[in-house]
C-alpha cells in the first residue's frame, strides 16, 4: 500500500491559497482515478482507490498545517504503511510557480508540515514532492504570502502544474522517486521559458 498526503489548511478560507496546492493535488488525483467513500478519521479526509496496480490512500490531513504529522502517523500505524511508501505534496517558496522537484529524503526546508510529519514518523526518509509557489514580494511576510490566494494571472500556470505533479505521482507509483524525478524535477510551465 501507498499513501499520498497533499498538505493544506482545513476550511474555504483556505481554499486556491499557495499553502493548499497539496489538497489540489490530491483532490485532482481523487477526480482522476475516480475515487469515492470518503472517510473522516485519523484527523483527515481520506479515500482508498487502485492505480497503478496498488492499493494508494489519498490523504488531506484536517489539522493545521503546523500539525499534519498527527494525522500521517496515525494513518501509517494502522494500514501498516512504511514511511518510504508515503508521498508528501507540499508547497515550497524556493521554487520558482510551477516548478515541481521530488526528493526522497532530507530536512523539510522550512516547510511546517512537511517537518512535523518526518519528526512524528521519526524518519527524514519520506518521500516528497515540492510545488513551487515563488518567493513573496518586496518586503511581505512568508506566512501572508503562502496564506494568500494565487492571483488570477497565475491561475492558468498553477492549474497546468498541478496536473503535471498529478502525472508525477502516478510516475512515483511505478517507477518511485527516482523515476519521478528523473522524468519531472524542474518542469512545469514556467521550466519551458528556460528553454
Known amino acids: ?16 491559497t ?15 482515478w475516480l475515487a469515492d467513500g470518503v472517510q473522516n478519521k485519523f484527523q483527515a479526509d481520506f479515500v482508498s482507490v487502485h492505480a ?21 502517523q496515525q494513518l501509517c500505524r494502522f494500514y501498516q504503511v512504511e514511511p518510504a511508501d508515503v508521498a508528501v505534496i ?19 526546508g522550512g516547510q511546517k ?4 510529519i518526518i519528526q512524528r514518523l521519526g524518519t527524514d526518509q519520506v518521500p516528497r514532492l515540492r510545488i513551487g509557489v515563488d518567493r513573496p514580494p518586496g518586503r511581505m511576510d512568508p506566512a501572508a504570502w503562502v496564506l494568500a490566494r494565487f492571483r488570477s494571472e497565475e491561475q492558468d500556470e498553477v492549474n497546468l502544474v498541478c496536473q503535471t505533479a498529478a502525472d508525477s505521482v502516478e510516475t512515483w507509483l511505478v517507477d518511485g522517486v527516482s523515476g519521478a524525478s528523473n522524468r519531472y524535477n524542474g518542469t512545469g510551465p514556467s521550466a519551458a521559458a528556460d528553454l
Do not use: Q
Not at 18 to 32: I, S, T
Open 18 to 32: 499557495r499553502h493548499n496546492v497539496g489538497f489540489d493535488v490530491v483532490e485532482l488525483l481523487a477526480k482522476r
Open 1 to 16: 500500500m501507498k499513501m499520498v498526503v497533499g498538505l493544506g489548511n482545513p476550511g474555504s478560507k483556505y481554499t486556491g
Open 113 to 116: 508540515g512537511l517537518a512535523d
Open 90 to 108: 507540499c508547497d515550497d517558496m524556493n521554487l520558482p510557480l510551477g516548478r515541481i522537484r521530488w526528493r526522497a529524503s532530507g530536512s523539510a
Open 52 to 72: 497503478a496496480g496498488t492499493k494508494v490512500l489519498l490523504v488531506k490531513p484536517l489539522t493545521y498545517m503546523n500539525r499534519s504529522g498527527e494525522a500521517v
